[in-house]
């Protein structure tokens, strides 16, 4: 599921995502927690909010600065609506098995990716949060930002929190904290 992507339209604000030498021109709707969601732009309207077809991307991978695309390569999708497979198809980026597994099952991610980088993007999605938890020491006087030293992770569907420690800027999971994602997002 490999896309070749490059900025399009006018001062770079649209994304062009090419495949199997057919492409398709996308608009950015959002961006969040380093992910941004492209919509498919049409002339006519009709779609309700939460109906249009969209196709979800890391920011980083694609280049987004909040108001501009600005480089060209090659990224995977993280998350694909089905309505946007259907656009995929009847464009011919995709053929009828890789949207069948689009959707029946999870997003394929970069083999890079580990699966509690999954997990948590995944999890991101369906509506769980990592709040960040600041290092209130002595530093602070100092006027330099505060250090990330950890996150609570709350979910949707479970009344409890997790404290998380931080590892390089991100959360590092424990085993409990992993197998309540897990719930939350088979329920």
């Known amino acids: 599921m490999l896309f070749e992507f490059e900025p399009s339209g006018i001062n770079d604000t649209y994304l062009r995502i090419t495949r199997h030498a057919a492409s398709c021109i996308l608009a950015p709707v959002d961006a969040w927690n380093g992910?941004?969601?492209l919509n498919y732009a049409?002339?006519?309207?009709?779609q309700g909010a939460g109906q249009a077809s969209h196709i979800i991307?890391?920011?980083?991978?694609?280049?987004?600065d909040d108001g501009?695309?600005?480089w060209k390569g090659k990224a995977f999708p993280v998350l694909v609506s089905t309505l946007m497979v259907d656009v995929l198809n009847e464009r011919g980026l995709l053929d009828s098995d890789e949207a069948e597994r689009l959707v029946f099952s999870p997003p394929a991610y970069p083999a890079a990716a580990g699966s509690d980088e999954e997990l948590m993007l995944r999890a991101l999605l369906a509506g769980c949060s990592f709040l960040p938890i600041y290092d209130?020491?002595?530093?602070?006087s100092t006027g330099a930002p505060p250090k990330v030293t950890g996150f609570v992770l709350k979910t949707l569907g479970a009344s409890d929190t997790h404290i998380l420690k931080a590892q390089a800027g991100i959360p590092a999971l424990?085993?409990?904290?992993?197998?309540?994602?897990?719930?939350?997002?088979?329920t």
């Open 35 to 37: 992910l941004i969601r």
């Open 174 to 186: 424990t085993t409990p904290a992993r197998e309540m994602l897990h719930r939350e997002l088979e």
């Open 68 to 70: 501009r695309f600005y």
């Open 42 to 46: 049409i002339a006519a309207g009709g």
């Open 57 to 64: 991307f890391r920011s980083q991978d694609i280049g987004w």
């Open 136 to 140: 209130t020491g002595p530093a602070l």
